[in-house]
Nanobody, 126 residues
């Protein structure tokens, strides 16, 4: 079974930047849609960004303009670059992917993505 592993979570000050990475445990895993979600304590999991296999990206309004999602197909890695971070961005960030679902026209709901990582903690201090 394919697993996704996130890395890059850290504690930074407000205004700082972080880059999160997600790698599949099996190099042969070919995903059609790759996405990042986050979940703050006591809140629902929410979408951050997605990238389709054709390169189409979509961003949630909460972080639009401050995040960039990218993929390196040769290494089976996708990343989330975050800038101008705010305390309200503090959350566990999860990567997710699906080999069948497309996210060309928007970020799919979590239930539409079959494979998930365990999350990486991002903490932003004032």
């Amino acid at each position: 079974q394919v697993e996704l592993v996130e890395s890059g979570g850290d504690s930074v000050q407000s205004g700082g930047s972080l880059t999160l990475s997600c790698v599949a445990s099996k190099f042969t895993f070919m995903s059609r849609c790759q996405a990042w979600f986050r979940q703050a304590t006591g809140k629902e999991r929410e979408a951050v960004a997605s990238i389709n296999s054709d390169g189409t990206t979509n961003y949630a309004s909460s972080m639009k303009g401050r995040v960039t999602i990218s993929q390196d197909k040769s290494k089976n890695i996708f990343q989330l670059q975050m800038t101008s971070l705010r305390p309200e961005d503090t959350a566990i960030y999860y990567c997710a992917a699906d080999s069948r679902r497309s996210c060309q026209f928007g970020i799919p709901p979590p239930s539409h993505l079959a494979t998930w990582g365990r999350g990486t903690l991002v903490t932003i201090s004032p």
